[in-house]
T-cell receptor, first 116, second 116 residues
Framework: AQKITQTQPGMFVQEKEAVTLDCTYD???????LFWYKQPSSGEMIFLIY??????QNATEGRYSLNFQKARKSANLVISASQLGDSAMYFC?????????????FGSGTRLQVQP | DVKVTQSSRYLVKRTGEKVFLECVQD?????MFWYRQDPGLGLRLIYF???????EKGDIPEGYSVSREKKERFSLILESASTNQTSMYLC???????????????FGPGTRLTVT
């Protein structure tokens, strides 16, 4: 079974508008972390935001916020005031802490295109 | 800033060749990872190392081996390259973590390998 599901292969958004990228996850581990990474066309993976399973508040980092709905097992990334430079692939990832697995499990990604 | 470097951005090899992909990190991280990225599949873990000379198989280790002789360097080896190993290869590193750690992974720029 897919551990991380990103159902939107591609998304378009107008510059200056907000956009939500969907991510659902599947785990029975009560202790886990959720990550979002951005991958521009140059290829490097850029860490954006992190949410721990026990964190009470939704994580925010500048224009990025994570809409964490634990009961629904969703961790959507919200980008406010989109910029042309936000055009990239976005990956949701999870680390299950109790298993001892140190690697991340990634979703298939969403390609975001910001239009002027 | 953490820096993870990979020896080549682009590599073209012939079927049957032995291929070495090198990764170096400068943050004294214990953990290093090799992922493979393919369209529609996200990133998949090939191998992981948590210390010098220590390694663990990831989700897709077949056809690959690794070497970690020094803490800062983690090599991925394709013993006999095949066309189905044409892909983007990403190296990452992270600290061992601890209380409050996010276990964030820092990525290199990637190596796009083509096997003909």
């Amino acid at each position: 079974a897919q551990k991380i599901t990103q159902t939107q292969p591609g998304m378009f958004v107008q510059e200056k508008e907000a956009v939500t990228l969907d991510c659902t996850y599947d785990t029975s581990d009560p202790s886990y972390g959720l990550f979002w990474y951005k991958q521009p066309s140059s290829g490097e993976m850029i860490f954006l935001i992190y949410q721990g399973s026990y964190d009470q508040q939704n994580a925010t980092e500048g224009r990025y916020s994570l809409n964490f709905q634990k009961a629904r097992k969703s961790a959507n990334l919200v980008i406010s005031a989109s910029q042309l430079g936000d055009s990239a692939m976005y990956f949701c990832a999870m680390r299950e802490k109790s298993t001892g697995r140190r690697a991340l499990t990634f979703g298939s990604g969403t390609r975001l295109q910001v239009q002027p | 800033d953490v820096k993870v470097t990979q020896s080549s951005r682009y590599l073209v090899k012939r079927t049957g060749e032995k291929v070495f992909l090198e990764c170096v990190q400068d943050m004294d991280h214990e953990n290093m990872f090799w992922y493979r990225q393919d369209p529609g599949l996200g990133l998949r873990l090939i191998y992981f190392s948590y210390d010098v000379k220590m390694k663990e198989k990831g989700d897709i280790p077949e056809g690959y081996s690794v070497s970690r002789e020094k803490k800062e360097r983690f090599s991925l080896i394709l013993e006999s390259a095949s066309t189905n190993q044409t892909s983007m290869y990403l190296c990452a590193s992270s600290s061992p973590g601890g209380q409050g750690s996010t276990y964030e992974q820092y990525f290199g720029p990637g190596t796009r390998l083509t096997v003909t």
